[in-house]
Nanobody
């Protein structure tokens, strides 16, 4: 069974850092663009960052540009989200996602992703 498993969430003070990890259970993910989305209580799930299947091209939401960095390992079965200068408005459940089709560039559209993890909670206190 294909799975995505996130880890690394937690409670941090504003201005702090966290690193999220996403482990993919199948090598098929090595040919797929990957992304992070987040969902705060009472809000829609929103795009955070994406990386293409080669690990070369990245795409970020304006709200996290310059603070967050997405990357993937050389085997392309792990994806990471380094989050710096965290703000209270970054508080949300963060989800890892894998693209529906192979060899994509990393879309910001949630409907381009068909595999999702269970999510990891990130809470930033002021």
């Amino acid at each position: 069974q294909v799975q995505l498993v996130e880890s690394g969430g937690g409670l941090v003070q504003a201005g702090g850092s966290l690193r999220l990890s996403c482990a993919a259970s199948a090598r098929t993910f090595s040919t797929k663009a990957m992304a992070w989305f987040r969902q705060a209580p009472g809000k829609e799930r929103e795009f955070v960052a994406a990386i293409d299947w080669r690990g070369v091209t990245t795409n970020y939401a304006d709200s996290v540009k310059g603070r967050f960095t997405i990357s993937r390992d050389s085997a392309k079965t792990m994806v990471f989200l380094q989050m710096n200068i965290l703000k209270p408005e970054d508080t949300a459940v963060y989800y890892c996602a894998a693209a529906k089709f192979a060899r994509g560039l990393g879309s910001s559209n949630r409907y381009d992703y068909s595999y999702w993890g269970q999510g990891t909670q990130v809470t930033v206190s002021s």
